[in-house]
């Protein structure tokens, strides 16, 4: 009876010790994203790279939506009053509107970046700390309706970027290793959006950072878009 008692407790002392090494032991998270794979997310477990994320085809194929029928044709057009989607040139100009408010937009974020790491005190920024990202490469083609635009939005954005960064050197230590921003004058590199980095700490810190970091992201864009003036109709 004895002997299989201690039998019991070095089988639990055993998961107690494989549960503490996969929590607290640092990991490796590589994130990449491309215009042509969009985001993937790599975690690195001995001596492989298992992708987390997105999903394996046969887990989410079971959840691939049926083809609609002439029913649900018919009620998708009463929603949209019977109106033809956006085709050829105006849906590429939207495409592009869209983007140019995107980064247009992007300095802003880098603020909002600021404000939320600036608010992390005490444990918090003791976990923050304890993360690595190491590797940081980038491409970012910056275009906009005529030269002398993309020229200003290209000085706007990296102006607000290294400024980030210098920011940042302060709370996380971050390594780059190629950023890149393009003047794409001929709207030429816009399918070229590239992003790499490597994440190194415990899976806790990670976590637990990442969630109080957006969760104080959230905050912050909520209030500002509160505090925003409502335009006149």
């Not at 590589?30 to 987390?52: A, C, G, H, N």
């Not at 033809?84 to 592009?96: I, L, M, V, Y």
């Not at 780059?176 to 190194?200: G, I, W």
């Amino acid at each position: 009876m004895l002997k299989l008692l201690a039998v019991i407790g070095w089988i639990l002392l055993g998961l107690l010790v494989l549960l503490l090494w996969v929590i607290i032991v640092p990991r490796s998270v590589f994130v990449e994203y491309t215009d042509r794979t969009s985001l993937v997310v790599k975690v690195r477990v001995f001596l492989f790279k298992i992708k987390v994320y997105p999903l394996p085809k046969f887990l989410t194929n079971r959840d691939k939506p049926k083809k609609k029928d002439k029913k649900q044709k018919k009620t998708a057009n009463k929603k949209t009053g019977g109106k033809k989607q956006p085709s050829g040139d105006t849906a590429k100009k939207e495409e592009q509107s869209g983007f140019e408010k995107f980064m247009a937009d992007m300095p802003k974020g880098f603020e909002l970046v600021k404000e939320a790491v600036a608010t992390v005190k005490g444990v918090m920024a003791i976990l923050l700390k304890g993360i690595y990202i190491k590797d940081v490469s980038f491409t970012v083609p910056i275009s906009a309706k005529d030269a002398h635009e993309t020229q200003k939005q290209y000085g706007i954005i990296t102006s607000a970027f290294y400024s980030l960064n210098i920011f940042l050197q302060k709370y996380v230590k971050i390594f780059y290793k190629k950023p890149v921003f393009v003047a794409d004058f001929a709207n030429l590199y816009k399918d070229s959006t590239y992003f790499y980095c490597k994440v190194q700490a415990s899976p806790v810190i990670i976590l637990v950072t990442g969630w109080y970091l957006f969760k104080t992201y959230r905050r912050l864009t909520k209030n500002k878009k509160e505090s925003e003036p409502e335009k006149e109709i």
